[in-house]
């Protein structure tokens, strides 16, 4: 079972819905997946209340709890965990950080944001585990150009020392509109540009995850 867990210090960065977005993305993919709600709004374990599949399923979960809840997933052959941790949470996104494969640290293209999630990034390095840092909620294009407040965001975020997604996601309707009908965006609009967003961003993700197939894939070209 490999594990992800994704980070924030700051409220309303869109961590919980990028969180269960990923998880939709990889049950489509023909994965098993657990989520471990570490936020105590539990706003994923809400979500799920609302979904006819249990796939994704949604535990609740704690600093104290998490290894548990982690090792009762693999035990139930779950092929991935995705840790939602709260914000401002150190200690139990320590504990997150210490399971975890891959971590993504989740952040809106704002100065405060990223200012913000230099204590996350520290942790991670600190770790040893991968990181991949994801900007969220960007502005939408105007006229085809790209809002020079993404520029300065991905300059300022070359110092936390982790590679930036290529894709960014943007503010859309589509992410709120779905979360009220327990669905992921894939689900809700799979032809729309959020659903394409969130299935390029895990494509990024799950080669991250399961090098091997990166590498199957190599071969067979």
Known sequence: MRKLVLLSRKGGTGKTTLSVNLAVAAAREGLSVSIADLDLQGSAGA???????????????????????????????????????????????????????????????SYFDLAALVPAAQAVRASGCPGLLVLNQAPPRRGGQESAVIGRAVEAAKVLGFPIAPVGLRARVAYQESLWRGQGVMEFEPRGTAAAEIGRLWSEVSDQLWPARVELRGAAE
Do not use: Y
């Not at 209340?49 to 139930?76: C, D, I, M, Q, Y």
């Not at 052959?77 to 150190?90: C, E």
């Open 47 to 109: 979500w799920a209340a609302l979904r006819k599949s249990t796939n994704p399923e949604v535990r609740s979960a704690n600093g104290g709890t998490l290894f548990p809840v982690a090792n009762a997933a693999e035990r139930a052959g779950k092929q991935l965990l995705i840790m939602d941790t709260p914000a401002g949470g150190d200690a139990i996104s320590g504990a997150a950080i210490r399971l975890a494969d891959l971590a993504i640290l989740v952040c809106r293209p």
